[in-house]
């Protein structure tokens, strides 16, 4: 059974950075056909993806985030960490982990794997 965990700070201030780590149980990150999700929904918004990190530590990222976003992984520990720079009031989100095997795109709702999520406040 796959598991996945999200961990970091509930607050973080405008301009600091966002550092958010997803612990993986029930799979290595690194088997083939995986791919490692970030996902988060603003209050009263749909589902935003991220990027995500593959099997083999390719990375892709949405172009909303690209600018702000890096996804990378410790393979020793099975996590994979999101780091969002610069973050606004508006990064105020319920932050997701998920993981699927065989996609790695950008429609949310095609991960079969996710973590319960962790809120994060954005505010001085």
């Known amino acids: 059974q796959v598991q996945l965990r999200e961990s970091g700070p509930g607050l973080v201030k405008p301009s600091q950075t966002l550092s958010l780590t997803c612990t993986v149980s029930?799979?290595?990150?690194?088997?083939?056909?995986?791919?490692w999700s970030w996902i988060r929904q603003p209050p009263g918004k749909g589902l935003e993806w991220m990027g995500v990190?593959?099997?083999?530590?390719?990375?892709y990222y949405s172009p909303s985030f690209k600018s702000r976003t890096s996804i990378s992984r410790d393979t020793s520990k099975n996590q994979f960490s999101l780091q969002l720079s610069s973050v606004t009031p508006e990064d105020t989100a319920v932050y997701y982990c998920?993981?699927?095997?065989?996609?790695?795109?950008?429609?949310?709702?095609?991960?079969?794997?996710w973590g319960q999520g962790t809120e994060v406040t954005v505010s001085s």
């Open positions: 998920a993981g699927d095997v065989g996609y790695s795109g950008s429609d949310p709702n095609k991960y079969i794997y």
């Open positions: 029930g799979a290595s990150i690194t088997t083939s056909f995986y791919a």
């Open positions: 990190i593959g099997h083999d530590g390719s990375t």
